[in-house]
């Protein structure tokens, strides 16, 4: 499922922004936005009976017809998710959807003390707004990381039950925070008790692409199981794709040139090409995975790729 990214800026300055090479954080002043013509052009490769429309940016929110993009796929008959921080009033734009089975917006919730309080106030309006519409999203940049919050505005706006959990990762050649390898293994542990203070709650983890099955024991992934998780370990070409339609294997990859989306037919010949002729291009060592039994047989992508570069 390809993202398309709508907009190059963003209200918001995370530090493990993995856009960072696409995207001017902290900006709201209007640099480049995806025209109607290119938008209509990247849902010409979209099937309403086949794929979701996945939006983002930077804050996909401040695109200046943000609302009208919306409208045009919900008209379509697509599903639509849109990636967003949640921090602007624009999200409102779509609020008219918000009974409809085909809207999830996944909201990527930081630590409460890093917002300012009209960003908060704005963050709780939406959720106020959109309810069980609104599946919160948050990144884990730091072994010792809290969950309370996430937890709590769960229960008290009755968001979504289902918490997406990324791990951050880095980036090529720019500089973000990211999750060291030395201290991946703790913090699955933590995200185990963190799976098994939601569960009595009703609420689970959806894991993100990039989790590794070795970081975890057996006994955690039961645990995990037990609690309502589906752990995943993917790690594949998600297409990001922007301006001018070029097309990124993913985020952290998208300081090279990208493809053309018009060069190609069909996105799964993007999806040929990122797994065969670019990944040639790579220099990895990939000998313990080709070693693992979980690699064969498919149920561990290795890990996020460019983690494996970096590192
Ligand atoms: C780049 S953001 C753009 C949309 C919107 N501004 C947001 O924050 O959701 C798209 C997605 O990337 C995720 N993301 C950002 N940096 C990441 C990183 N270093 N590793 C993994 N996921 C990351 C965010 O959580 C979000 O779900
Ligand atoms: S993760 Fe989203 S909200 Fe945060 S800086 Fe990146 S684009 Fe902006
Ligand atoms: S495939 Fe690689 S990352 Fe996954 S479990 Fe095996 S060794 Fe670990």
């Known amino acids: 499922m390809p993202n398309i990214l ?3 800026f963003c209200n918001r300055n995370c530090p493990y922004c993995f856009a960072k090479a696409q995207v001017k954080l902290g900006t709201t002043v209007s640099d480049w936005e995806m025209s109607e013509e290119e938008y209509d052009t990247v849902l010409s490769y979209l099937d309403p009976a086949r794929d979701i429309v996945s939006i983002l940016g930077g804050e996909p929110t401040l695109h200046s017809s943000f609302g009208k993009y919306i409208d045009k796929v919900y008209k379509m008959g697509f599903k639509i998710k849109i990636f967003t921080n949640g921090a602007t009033k624009n999200l409102r734009e779509i609020a008219h959807l918000k009974d409809s089975e085909n ?5 990527n919730l930081n630590e409460p003390d890093t917002y300012n309080s009209s960003e908060w106030k704005e963050i709780e309006t939406n959720f106020e707004t959109f ?8 990144n884990v ?5 809290n969950w309370q919050f996430l937890k709590d505005a769960i229960i008290r706006f009755g968001l979504y039950t289902n918490i997406r959990l990324g791990v951050a990762q880095p980036i090529q050649v720019i500089n973000n925070e990211y999750l060291r390898e030395k201290d991946l293994k703790r913090t699955m542990t933590r995200i185990v008790d963190m799976a098994q203070d939601m569960a009595p709650f009703g609420i689970s983890l959806g894991f993100d692409c990039g989790f590794r099955m070795c970081d975890f024991t057996d006994e955690q992934l039961g645990t995990l199981i037990q609690c309502g998780t589906v752990p995943m370990f993917k790690c594949g070409p998600n297409l990001d794709i922007g301006p001018n339609l070029d097309v990124w294997r993913c985020f952290p990859f998208s300081l090279e040139k990208g493809e053309k989306l018009t060069d190609y037919n069909s996105l799964s010949d993007l999806i040929d090409y990122f797994n065969n002729d670019w990944m040639k291009t790579k220099k990895i060592d990939n000998s313990k995975c080709n070693a693992c039994n979980n690699y064969s047989i498919d149920s561990c992508a290795g890990g996020c ?3 494996k570069i970096v590192e």
């Open 305 to 307: 790729l460019s983690r």
């Open 131 to 138: 309810g069980d519409k609104i599946a919160l999203s948050f």
């Open 103 to 107: 809207l999830l917006i996944i909201l």
């Open 141 to 145: 940049y730091q072994p010792e990381f």
């Open 6 to 8: 709508i907009t190059n």
